[in-house]
């Protein structure tokens, strides 16, 4: 059984449900504390060690999901555990408890965004390489179920010429997922991006090395959405994803199977890509120029 530590995000809704699918969770103290509850399971791990700054809120998750160490100092996991999830604490600074990790060589899941800065991102995928040590970050929608779908039956609107996709929330923090379902679509490669919306109403010309446009919308105040259409030489098709059940628990799966092989799922270059385009593209907000990655 892999031994997994929490690191950071107790009470915060990643943290939470990540544990409640390795490990499970009593559902009175679930219903008492507004846990998530989640019904589906990861096999071959559990959490065995939590730490957060807000001791309370680890102690909180620890009992509503049975984590059997609440540790002082987040380092106190080291040589006790074979991998470590640094949780989203929704301060986009959770990164940077990374790094006594990536230095003990403990393979290492780092919550989306990797980092507001692009220098700190690359900086942490050297650290990883320096160390040989196992990293993946990225949004969960990489894992989607609707975006699987899709992709499988993908020939049968052509070659890909054009698309968008679209979700609610802040550019970098939520944007990450709606830029990075499309991503596992067209790939790799991306050459500029350009902001042509405002404040709080995102919308941002992708352009690839190949010259194709995708458009990425990020409005603050429309409904809760992760929403594709993809256009195609013989056809189009708009994927909806809903089921988070699925790709929380596909991407915790892949996360698993990193452990045990020391094998990263997708090279790393592709999480500072992305970061980079959601970076570049809040820069381009105040010109509306189009900025080289």
């Not at 403990?106 to 040590?133: G, H, N, Q, R, W």
Request: glycine share 6%; hydrophobic share 40%.
């Amino acid at each position: 059984m892999i031994r997994i530590a929490m690191i950071g995000g107790a009470g915060v809704w990643h943290a939470d449900s990540f544990s409640e699918m390795f490990n499970g969770y009593d559902r009175e103290l679930a219903k008492k504390y507004n846990k998530p509850a989640y019904e589906v399971r990861v096999g071959g791990a559990r959490v065995t060690h939590i730490w957060d700054e807000d001791r309370e809120k680890a102690r909180i998750l620890a009992d509503v999901c049975s984590i059997e160490n609440v540790v002082s100092k987040k380092e106190d996991v080291i040589g006790k555990v074979d991998a470590v999830i640094i949780a989203d604490d929704c301060t986009m600074q959770h990164q940077k408890r990374a790094e006594p990790f990536l230095k003990a060589g403990i393979p290492t899941f780092i919550d989306k965004p990797l980092s507001t800065d692009i220098e700190e991102a690359v900086s942490i995928v050297e650290m990883a390489k320096k160390y040989k040590c196992p990293v993946m970050s990225c949004s969960a929608l990489r894992y989607a179920k609707e975006v699987e779908e899709f992709r499988s039956k993908q020939q049968e609107i052509g070659d890909i010429l054009t698309g968008n996709t679209i979700c609610s929330g802040d550019l970098i923090f939520y944007g990450i997922h709606a830029f990075e379902q499309l991503y596992t679509v067209i790939g790799p490669g991306i050459k500029s991006v350009q902001n042509v919306g405002s404040e709080g109403k995102d919308i941002v010309i992708v352009t690839k090395i190949d010259t194709r446009k995708f458009v990425l919308t990020v409005y603050k105040e429309i409904g809760y959405l992760f929403q594709m259409n993809l256009y195609g030489t013989k056809g189009w098709r708009q994927v909806v994803v809903e089921d988070s059940s699925y790709f929380y628990s596909k991407m915790l799966e892949k996360f698993v199977e990193m452990v045990k092989t020391k094998q990263m799922p997708f090279p790393p270059e592709e999480t500072v890509e992305i970061i980079k385009v959601l970076v570049l593209a809040r820069k381009s907000a105040a010109t509306h120029q189009e900025i080289n990655l």
